[in-house]
């Protein structure tokens, strides 16, 4: 009876630590605030090694307060204690009760390995994601649809996102907490000759938003600011989106400023059907959340990493290595003018598929 | 025969006298005196870590210097400032706590010491040669191969921690062979104490894994300096084999740390209690179990990597099962103080805070087995709180409860009492402020071995505690510097038994030992040898031999010089001059050479010599 008191106490105590931990953080980026089937899942798991865990924890807590407490040298005595050799009934019962414990967080973490590990890349239901990985920045590549993005990862709510992950340099892992977890790129670009190591996983939003995605994996110096974004849109606006990608583009209709970015940005990177796709396509770089995936685009700048489109790019373009450390892109020599009108360009050029 | 050599070998005073020692307590105090260096310069860094860190876009140190300083807090924590403060109590106490005189070879004791030193000053001097290692601790390929690392920074990672790793090697055979060989008369396998058995686990799980480290080394070495294809991938080589190499390692280094911490536990939870350690044989029978799953869990720092859900599933299961013998630990020590008379020193509170304090990093290493949840917490400050919580909050405070324990023995003055509580509080305290809100940090996203984070993520506060917290920590390490020279100016002389309830061999001998260490080797007639004959009304331990002249090991210099001359021939090969390489690695195949033809027998102590040293010590 007394010890029923003491389940019904701990219960509301349980309670109260899983809404505590469900209500943490921000929905576009913990863990504990998941917004699709395998962050849930995820969740799922994590809240049940966490139950378990609380009960050993407050079990040990308890014993060491009690024999703290109840065992302490009290001054002046002087009495030699028993000595107990060991107790056999009591390590059978806490060699047998982890166990248990064990079997219980066992089964179900191994019904989660095969069942999260499951192969979407032959589905057709499913959007096909080709990521690879590159200092610092995330390239997207949609097979279905042969379209190349960069930093933003444009899906449809409510489908599987199969994701086929590379590097094209060195180990990254591609994160995004409050939808899936992480699975590492491992470098191996040339599946032609055999040496790709491509990882797979899956993932799917429920609700329409953007999710925050980061690199996990020390990649260099600028790996803190290796962020990328999800986008998750309704399946109307996914196939508006897919046809505004592949829409002409028009170059700026200034002629220096047109031949200044042909000659100084188009020969690593691509607008449309022009340029060279080595780099981050540019194609909607003007509709993207972020610029280099750290300046965040707004119009009430807050912070330090924050300001309008045009006002980032420029700032981007400027000096590269300022913003990220061990960039790739060069500081390229532009006079004021070019700097502004292919910053003023690139600001506009959206991709207009939400309505 | 035995009167032939006494007096005719050259004894050394003052510094020569550390440089050239072989007697198992001075390398002890070397050390512990090298280790606590580093240590010290491992916490400035991650002092800095923590600096730049407690506000979003921080410009405290650049993201080039960050890298190196996490690097470099890993890399000097584990292999320079844990791993020789371990050494320094296993030398200063296995021999004295199984009745011998010395290790079973105190020359190469002290070359594994020098060997180490060089090693870390190696690594450290990339600080002032255009920049240290800046990979991460684990320096994964490619990031550390030549490509993208063209720097001379892992080349310092590389070559330091071979040298170093030579010195860990050597120790660990030295202290396998002398746990099994040197056993006074009467101490079978099942007498020995807990620290011992810790030990003992702890270098067959030397032995083992740290091939496996220098086999990675040496070929992250050949890719880097004679482009080797290893790990190229756009030559055939393939970057998951450094993972496996390095964890292969490193998993079971995780057990070479906590190991000795569990020993130290032991025995000041015994003897703080006056109370017979619970479930001997089960102890030991926890600790080999879990030196043995310690091999077969490595792949669990992978789940991300890509194995497949077969490998997952295994290895999640395997590093599972790891908590049953961890947990019958626990229990086994809760149990010795239930019933028991507990004195809280700061020694004991330091073990009694190890107790709780390692559940919680235990219990988020079993979370972290379950591979689909960890794709979640995997490289987060999840882990970072984990690993924190098994290396600091175990390892460390056991370290910490062993040199106050220990510290008597060890230098014949008692530390101070007061000092050493407040050396708890502050550290304990400090400790969980930094890391325990770490967990959340990782579980609302935040990566690890990020140099910067954003405004508005909701990260702010927490990181602003944890620096807090951090320097807290600081303050304890403070407070302990503070007690040492205290103690070294005005402390009280330790009595052989220091803490009137010591339980084991070394507590029947003065503090500090005598050079000889036993006068007469004793006859140990149970588990708890001095215990038990305090309880059949002894005052000591009955003599195996009677008293002769014993002999000793001469001291030597050439540990030194062999050691240097592969501190040189580092240099040489890190920058491509092989003249200096050849030069340093003839300088130590000179020593070797040396040491080989020179027929040394060492010397003898006589009888009436005896008597007047362990007085007067």
């Known amino acids: ?355 | 025969m035995a009167h032939a050599h006494a007096h005719t070998v050259k004894r050394y005073k003052g510094l020569m006298d550390w440089l050239t020692t072989v007697d198992h307590k001075k390398i002890g105090i070397l050390y512990l005196i090298a280790g606590g260096l580093f240590f010290l310069v491992g916490g400035l860094e991650a002092i800095m870590i923590r600096i730049q860190l407690w506000k979003p876009l921080n410009n405290f140190v650049s993201a080039d210097t960050f890298n190196e300083l996490i690097t470099m807090h890993g890399t000097t924590m584990i292999f320079l400032a844990a791993m020789p403060m371990l050494f320094a109590l296993m030398n200063a106490v296995i021999p004295l706590q199984i009745g011998a005189r010395d290790v079973a070879f105190p020359f190469l004791n002290a070359l594994g010491f020098w060997t180490f030193f060089f090693g870390g000053v190696l690594l450290n001097v990339s600080w002032f040669t255009g920049g240290a290692p800046d990979a991460g601790w684990t320096s994964y390929v490619p990031l550390a191969g030549s490509t993208y690392s063209s720097e001379y920074g892992v080349d310092y990672y590389v070559i330091g921690l071979q040298i170093a790793g030579i010195g860990t090697l050597i120790g660990g055979i030295n202290f396998l062979v002398t746990i099994i060989n040197m056993r006074a008369p009467g101490m079978t396998f099942m007498r020995m104490p807990m620290f011992t058995w810790a030990i003992f686990i702890t270098s067959a799980l030397i032995l083992f894994a740290f091939p496996a480290l220098t086999v990675g080394l040496v070929a992250l070495m050949f890719d880097r300096l004679f482009d080797a294809n290893f790990f190229n991938v756009a030559n055939g080589g393939n970057a998951v084999l450094w993972e496996h190499i390095f964890w292969i390692f490193g998993h079971p280094e995780v057990y070479i740390l906590i190991l000795p911490a569990f020993g130290i536990i032991s025995e000041v939870i015994s003897t703080f209690s006056r109370k017979r350690l619970f479930g001997y044989s089960s102890m030991v029978f926890a600790t080999v179990l879990i030196g043995f799953l310690g091999f077969m869990v490595w792949a669990h720092h992978m789940f991300t990597t890509g194995l497949g859900p077969v490998a997952n599933a295994l290895f999640s299961i395997a590093t599972m099962l790891i908590a049953v013998p961890t947990g019958i630990k626990i229990f086994n020590w809760l149990f010795t103080m239930w019933g028991g008379s507990i004195k809280f020193t700061s020694a004991n509170l330091f073990a009694v805070g190890f107790i709780p304090t390692f559940v919680m990093g235990g219990v988020t290493g079993v979370m972290l087995a379950a591979a689909p949840a960890d794709f979640q917490y995997h490289d987060s400050y999840f882990v970072v709180a984990h690993f924190h919580y098994v290396i600091v909050g175990g390892l460390i405070l056991g370290i910490f409860a062993g040199l106050h324990y220990w510290w008597p023995k060890m230098f014949g003055r008692m530390l101070n009492e007061t000092l050493g509580k407040l050396t708890f509080w502050t550290f304990f305290i400090g400790f969980h402020m930094t890391f325990l809100i770490q967990h959340f940090l990782g579980l609302l996203g935040m990566p690890r071995r990020i140099y910067t984070y954003l405004d508005g993520l909701g990260f702010n506060e927490m990181n602003l505690i944890s620096t807090i917290g951090a320097f807290l920590m600081g303050l304890g390490t403070i407070f302990f510097i503070t007690n040492i020279i205290v103690t070294a100016v005005s402390g009280k002389k330790a009595a052989g038994d220091a803490w009137e309830d010591g339980r084991t061999l070394e507590w029947t001998i003065p503090s500090p030992a005598p050079e000889y260490n036993f006068a007469q080797t004793p006859l140990v007639r149970g588990y708890d040898a001095y215990w038990k004959e305090k309880m059949d009304g002894h005052k000591e331990m009955t003599p195996a031999e009677p008293l002769g002249s014993i002999h000793m090991p001469s001291p030597s210099i050439l540990p030194l010089f062999m050691s240097i001359g592969l501190f040189i021939a580092g240099f040489g090969f890190m920058y491509h001059n092989y003249f200096v390489g050849g030069g340093g690695l003839a300088l130590t195949f000179l020593c070797m050479l040396i040491r080989s033809l020179k027929d040394d027998h060492g010397f003898h102590i006589e009888p009436d010599e005896l008597h007047d040293k362990g007085v007067k010590a």
């Not at chain 1, 079997?103 to 999260?116: A, D, E, K, W």
Request: hydrophobic residues 45%; glycine residues 8%; negative net charge.
């Open chain 1, 1 to 355: 009876m007394k010890r029923w008191n003491v389940g019904k106490r701990l219960l509301p105590l349980f309670a109260g630590m899983m809404l505590l931990l469900s209500a943490c953080g921000r929905a576009d980026l913990s863990t504990l605030n998941p917004q699709g089937p395998v962050a849930e899942e995820q969740f799922g798991l994590m809240k049940l090694a966490i139950s378990i865990m609380i009960i050993v924890v407050i079990v040990v807590f308890a014993i060491s307060l009690y024999v703290i407490v109840r065992f302490r040298r009290r001054p002046g005595d002087n009495k030699i204690p028993v000595q107990v050799e060991g107790n056999h009934k009591l390590e059978i019962i806490w060699t047998v009760i982890p166990l248990i414990l064990l079997v219980i967080l066992g089964v179900p973490t191994v019904n989660s390995v095969f069942g999260l590990s499951k192969d979407y890349s032959k589905d057709p239901d499913a959007i096909q994601v080709e990521v690879t990985s590159h200092q610092f920045w995330w390239e997207f590549y949609y097979p279905q649809y042969d379209i190349h993005t960069a930093q933003e990862l444009v899906i449809p709510t409510g489908k599987k996102i199969a994701v086929t992950a590379i590097s094209g340099d060195v180990l990254h892992s591609f994160w995004i907490p409050s939808l899936a977890g992480k699975i590492d790129t491992n470098p191996g670009t040339a599946v032609a000759n055999g040496t790709a190591n491509a990882n797979k996983m899956y993932f799917e939003a429920t609700k329409a938003g953007v999710y925050l995605g980061k690199c996990a994996e020390l990649c260099g110096p600028s790996h803190a600011l290796m962020d990328f974004k999800v986008k998750a849109v309704d399946e109307a606006s996914f196939d508006r989106w897919t046809a505004a990608q592949k829409a002409p583009v028009a170059l700026p209709s200034d002629p220096a400023i047109k031949d200044s970015l042909v000659k100084n940005c188009l020969s690593c990177h691509a607008i449309g059907d022009q340029g060279v796709l080595v780099y981050p396509s540019l194609t909607d770089i003007g509709s993207r959340l972020t610029v280099g995936g750290i300046l965040v685009n707004t119009d009430e700048a807050k912070y330090d990493n924050e300001g309008t489109t045009y006002e980032n790019l420029k700032r981007w373009i400027e000096d590269p290595e300022a913003v990220k450390p061990g960039t790739l892109m060069p500081k390229v020599e532009l006079t004021e003018q070019e700097l502004d009108g292919i910053a003023k360009y690139l600001s506009e050029l959206k991709i207009d598929y939400e309505k």
